[in-house]
């Protein structure tokens, strides 16, 4: 361990990244240092990929043929767990899955990607009384996760630095106690400034040791991630407060990511924003607190030219989250509306699967609310007439492009929650065949060839950021309630619905400064229209422990648990701590004889069929979250009519469904939603009713095609280490 842990110490210590940083510009290179190349070798071009990876767990004290139940966690006793891991147990990964899944990505895939997107939690749970975990621990498992990296992406010119950026960012557990981060600046941070050194740009240390936030150019000038602080905007740290107080790091947070995406926009990039715990936010639960999602969602709202997505881990399952800028109140009432706190709860600090199928539950319910997409030209053509003189055109999507909506990605764990899994992705690079790579980029460069922007920029957040923060100039609320483009503002629709001016006299936040939107003459974002940096597909990898494991355990497996209290669904028990699949089973052989290690490919979205994702805009998940709604509605409709009340969920079907829509929930469950004209014309009722019955039929088909995508989200959602009926008899 303590070998392990100083040679990453010296390694990192000694790959210095040689960003041009301001420093830079008065110290001019040593005349030894390369000159950037003029031509390109064949491993500095752009790929249009890249990976995000998450979740990873280490844990030293993880043994082999160990008991994964609570109170052994892997580290005791005899029990069923894996040479490379648990798998679907809550133990942690085992040293062993960390360095096959490095030797995996360097074989496979380190040099057919442009960056990496690492999402943070890589050190154990404190799961295990006997050993509570210390710095040094945590520490130590990071700079592990530190040194991997910075081995597998070093560059073969110069192994002093890495052949492309690794942007890395902070878990709930990689501080002690975990989720409780103090505003920085603080010892956690100044460890994490040290162990990601090789990572971080230069110029960006103070800030970060400052906030725990940087941003790294993957695609110099043209498109950076952003390394979000999550833990500053997570409801469960109790260390910190809100987004709406100066004084908060959440604040802070949010204003430093409004500068800099304004920033970006000017210079006419665009940024992948990317941190661990992800901003889910159903109708009963939420992991961020309110007012930072409020800030986040608004901030996305006003930058939508600008944000190619979200990427979040954490949550460990498979799936997606649609947030909706019509939920947004901060912007015209500066008032958050008392109920919203009240009744969200936060969100499972880690999913149980309890809990897991609880939330997809709900997350269905909140798509079943969406509005219909109109793929192709055809249907947009003629919803366009059927629209024709309709008041609300193209409203509730927000135009064409689903611009009302924004896309969170959440990439599922290393750590064998359920197995270990990966994700590459793919972008658009039309275009950017010839752009510098960040290792070009990164080489020491004779000051004169530095891009003339980089030194009108100012750099914002330095040694003083607080000071520089408040100095900034202070954008006029009203400019953004002028911009007509929007469609969010809730508040003053529905004034303006009552025949009520809406009031401009409201009480202000002093402190929020509302981003301006995008130009008027600004194209529709990456994230909403194809086009260079756009997000188009991903592949999603795992290995099968089960398979590599090769535990000599089967025969006993199936007929395991009805005592976890959950009619055997291993995978659903109700307590907190999950034993896995083979429970309290032991191996018959001693020595472990594990295949070889693979990762292969679970699904990728390009030829799914189900999922239909021709790319990953909005729209598209937007298009397949509402199928997958569809499915539900049977079930909401049920949930909600008996006690005779038309509550608000059903209001709110009625507001966003169209006629066309309407019939087929009506002829779902009840007739309560069926849309009454008025005028009682008996012909046309007839003439319905003939219709029907054919229609009915094709409604059939294609609803069990829509609950077969459900299905077939949930299987992925658990890392298809779940079978269909399983799934079927759990969630019906
Ligand atoms: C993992 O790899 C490191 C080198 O990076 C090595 O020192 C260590 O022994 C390996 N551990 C296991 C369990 O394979
Ligand atoms: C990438 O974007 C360009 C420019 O908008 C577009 O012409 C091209 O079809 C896109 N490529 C893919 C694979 O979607
Ligand atoms: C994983 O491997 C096991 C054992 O070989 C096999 O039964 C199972 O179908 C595999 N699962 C997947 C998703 O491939
Ligand atoms: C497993 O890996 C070893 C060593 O790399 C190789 O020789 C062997 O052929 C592999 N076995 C299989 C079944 O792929
Ligand atoms: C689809 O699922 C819903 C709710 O889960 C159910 O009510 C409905 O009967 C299913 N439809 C088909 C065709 O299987």
């Known amino acids: 361990m303590a070998a392990i842990i100083s040679s990453a110490m010296l390694l990192a210590a000694g790959l210095l990244c040689h960003v041009v940083t301001a420093a830079a510009a008065s110290t001019p290179p040593p005349p030894s240092s390369p000159i950037i190349p003029t031509t390109h070798s064949p491993s500095s071009k752009l790929h249009g990929r890249f990976l995000h990876i998450t979740d990873f767990h280490p844990d030293d004290f993880y043994k082999v043929h160990s008991s994964t139940s609570e109170d052994h966690a892997c580290h005791s006793g005899t029990g069923p767990a894996g040479f490379y891991g648990a798998e679907t147990s809550d133990c942690d990964s085992p040293v062993s899955l960390v360095n096959a899944t490095f030797d995996w990505i360097s074989a496979n895939i380190a040099h057919d990607i442009d960056f990496v997107v690492w999402t943070g939690d890589s050190a154990r749970h404190d799961s295990d009384e006997n050993i509570p975990r210390s710095p040094a621990q945590v520490l130590g498992t990071n700079r592990l996760l530190a040194?991997?990296?910075?081995?597998?992406?070093?560059?073969?010119?110069?192994?002093?630095?890495?052949?492309?950026?690794?942007?890395?960012?902070?878990?709930?557990?990689?501080?002690?106690?975990?989720?409780?981060?103090?505003?920085?600046?603080?010892?956690?941070?100044?460890?994490?400034?040290?162990?990601?050194?090789?990572?971080?740009?230069?110029?960006?240390?103070?800030?970060?040791?400052?906030?725990?936030?940087?941003?790294?150019?993957?695609?110099?000038?043209?498109?950076?991630?952003?390394?979000?602080?999550?833990?500053?905007?997570?409801?469960?740290?109790?260390?910190?407060?809100?987004?709406?107080?100066?004084?908060?790091?959440?604040?802070?947070?949010?204003?430093?990511?409004?500068?800099?995406?304004?920033?970006?926009?000017?210079?006419?990039m665009k940024a992948i924003l990317m941190g661990h715990v992800p901003p889910a936010r159903t109708d009963s639960k939420m992991l961020w607190d309110e007012t930072c999602w409020q800030k986040y969602t608004l901030w996305l709202r006003q930058y939508r030219d600008v944000v190619v997505g979200g990427l979040y881990g954490h949550m460990n399952i498979d799936h997606f989250m649609l947030s909706d800028t019509k939920d947004i109140t901060i912007d015209s009432t500066q008032v958050l509306p008392e109920q919203d706190i009240a009744t969200r709860q936060q969100l499972d600090d880690e999913l149980s699967v309890q809990s897991a199928t609880d939330y997809?539950?709900?997350?269905?319910?909140?798509?079943?609310?969406?509005?219909?997409?109109?793929?192709?030209?055809?249907?947009?053509?003629?919803?366009?007439?059927?629209?024709?003189?309709?008041?609300?055109?193209?409203?509730?999507?927000?135009?064409?492009?689903?611009?009302?909506?924004?896309?969170?990605?959440?990439?599922?764990?290393?750590?064998?929650?359920?197995?270990?899994?990966?994700?590459?992705?793919?972008?658009?690079?039309?275009?950017?065949?010839?752009?510098?790579?960040?290792?070009?980029?990164?080489?020491?460069?004779?000051?004169?060839?530095?891009?003339?922007?980089?030194?009108?920029?100012?750099?914002?957040?330095?040694?003083?950021?607080?000071?520089?923060?408040r100095s900034l100039p202070d954008l006029d609320a009203q400019e953004w309630e002028a911009d007509e483009t929007q469609t969010g503002d809730v508040e003053a629709d529905k004034k303006k619905k009552k025949g009520k001016k809406p009031k401009k006299d409201k009480p202000k936040d002093p402190n929020l400064h509302i981003p301006l939107p995008p130009a008027k003459t600004a194209l529709p974002g990456p994230a909403y229209s194809v086009q260079p940096l756009t997000l188009l597909g991903y592949k999603q990898y795992f290995a099968n422990l089960t398979h590599i494991n090769n535990l000599d355990v089967a025969a006993a497996e199936q007929d395991d648990d009805d005592d976890n209290g959950n009619g055997g669904f291993w995978w659903a028990a109700p307590f907190r701590w999950r034993p896995g699949k083979h429970g309290d089973k032991k191996p018959k052989s001693k020595k472990p004889k594990p295949r070889n290690f693979t990762f292969e490919i679970e699904y990728t979205?390009?030829?799914?069929?189900?999922?239909?994702?021709?790319?990953?805009?909005?729209?598209?998940?937007?298009?397949?979250?509402?199928?997958?709604?569809?499915?539900?509605?049977?079930?909401?409709?049920?949930?909600?009519?008996?006690?005779?009340?038309?509550?608000?969920?059903?209001?709110?079907?009625?507001?966003?469904?169209?006629?066309?829509?309407?019939?087929?929930?009506?002829?779902?469950?009840?007739?309560?939603?069926?849309?009454?004209?008025?005028?009682?014309?008996?012909?046309?009722?007839?003439?319905?009713?003939?219709?029907?019955?054919?229609?009915?039929?094709?409604?059939?088909?294609?609803?069990?095609?829509?609950?077969?995508?459900w299905l077939h989200f949930l299987k992925h959602a658990f890392v298809s280490t779940v079978d269909d009926e399983e799934l079927k008899e759990k969630f019906s």
């Not at 081995?151 to 106690?177: E, K, Q, R, W, Y």
Request: with cysteine.
């Open 605 to 709: 979205t390009y030829d799914d069929k189900l999922y239909g994702l021709k790319d990953l805009t909005v729209r598209s998940f937007v298009d397949l979250a509402y199928r997958m709604g569809q499915s539900a509605k049977g079930k909401t409709a049920q949930l909600v009519l008996p006690g005779g009340d038309i509550s608000d969920d059903l209001e709110d079907l009625n507001d966003e469904v169209e006629g066309e829509e309407m019939e087929e929930i009506a002829s779902e469950d009840d007739d309560g939603l069926e849309e009454t004209g008025g005028d009682g014309d008996l012909e046309a009722e007839k003439k319905k009713h003939k219709g029907d019955k054919k229609k009915k039929k094709e409604k059939k088909k294609k609803q069990k095609k829509m609950n077969k995508t």
């Open 147 to 268: 040194h991997k990296f910075a081995h597998t992406f070093a560059s073969h010119h110069d192994a002093h630095s890495l052949a492309i950026p690794v942007v890395p960012n902070f878990g709930n557990n990689d501080i002690l106690p975990h989720n409780i981060l103090l505003p920085g600046p603080n010892k956690w941070l100044k460890y994490y400034a040290d162990i990601w050194k090789p990572f971080i740009p230069e110029e960006q240390r103070h800030s970060f040791e400052f906030g725990g936030w940087f941003y790294v150019e993957v695609i110099p000038n043209h498109l950076a991630v952003f390394s979000l602080n999550t833990l500053y905007l997570f409801d469960r740290n109790a260390g910190v407060d809100d987004c709406v107080k100066p004084s908060e790091p959440g604040y802070k947070h949010m204003e430093w990511l409004r500068i800099q995406l304004q920033f970006m926009r000017d210079r006419g």
């Open 360 to 469: 997809l539950e709900e997350l269905r319910q909140g798509w079943a609310k969406l509005p219909k997409v109109q793929i192709n030209a055809l249907e947009m053509e003629a919803s366009n007439k059927k629209e024709k003189g309709h008041k609300d055109k193209g409203k509730k999507l927000g135009g064409k492009w689903a611009e009302r909506y924004q896309l969170s990605l959440v990439s599922p764990s290393i750590v064998p929650n359920y197995f270990p899994t990966l994700r590459v992705y793919e972008y658009n690079i039309t275009g950017l065949e010839d752009a510098v790579t960040w290792a070009e980029y990164s080489k020491p460069l004779p000051t004169t060839k530095k891009p003339a922007l980089e030194e009108q920029v100012p750099m914002v957040i330095d040694t003083h950021p607080e000071l520089e923060l």
